[in-house]
């Protein structure tokens, strides 16, 4: 497995992985199919991204296939620059594989690279999956959103993380 920061000529397979995330994924923000993922949206989002000091996308390769990513999306203003919100997602049937924590690591180096000094998240409490990669890498528990997500008509409290480097 190969972890690395994301390039051009991947956006159609990020595309395809962020939908296959979307449709596998319980507590991911979109719904599966409740916004238009396609390839050209994904090349504006990575170069965009490429463009900017304090943002990244990091993919996990195995076998020449996308199985997981990594966005580090910087604050703008001069006050937050120092500070990344991330959003993950690793397909089904690699979960537990160790690809989290990989793609966790490389984000630390890159972000101590870039001078940035917070990383944050936010992650439903019942993602019990997720509190355990986050709690291993390092995160800490800041605060809750209650009522935060409405998932399957059920009001689900999320939980604000950070990681200070």
Do not use: C
């Not at 296959?20 to 170069?47: F, H, P």
């Not at 972000?111 to 992650?123: D, F, M, N, S």
Request: no cysteine.
């Amino acid at each position: 497995m190969i972890i690395r920061g994301v390039k051009s000529p991947d956006a159609e397979k990020l595309a395809y992985l962020i939908k296959e995330v979307g449709n596998s994924a319980k507590y991911m923000l979109w719904e599966a199919d409740e916004r238009r993922i396609q390839a050209d949206n994904q090349l504006e989002m990575i170069e965009s991204m490429q463009a900017s000091e304090n943002s990244t996308i990091l993919v996990a390769e195995m076998d020449e296939d996308l199985v997981g990513y990594l966005f580090a999306i910087g604050g703008k203003a001069r006050r937050n620059k120092h500070s990344v919100y991330i959003v993950i997602g690793i397909l089904q049937g690699k979960r537990e594989q160790g690809i989290g924590t990989k793609l966790f690591k490389k984000l630390d180096h890159w972000a101590k690279q870039h001078h940035i000094h917070r990383l944050e998240l936010t992650v439903a409490t019942k993602n019990e999956a997720g509190l355990s990669l986050y709690k291993k890498a390092e995160f800490e528990m800041e605060g809750t959103k209650r009522h935060s997500l409405l998932i399957d008509d059920e009001f689900v409290v999320e939980y604000n993380m950070a990681k200070l480097l």
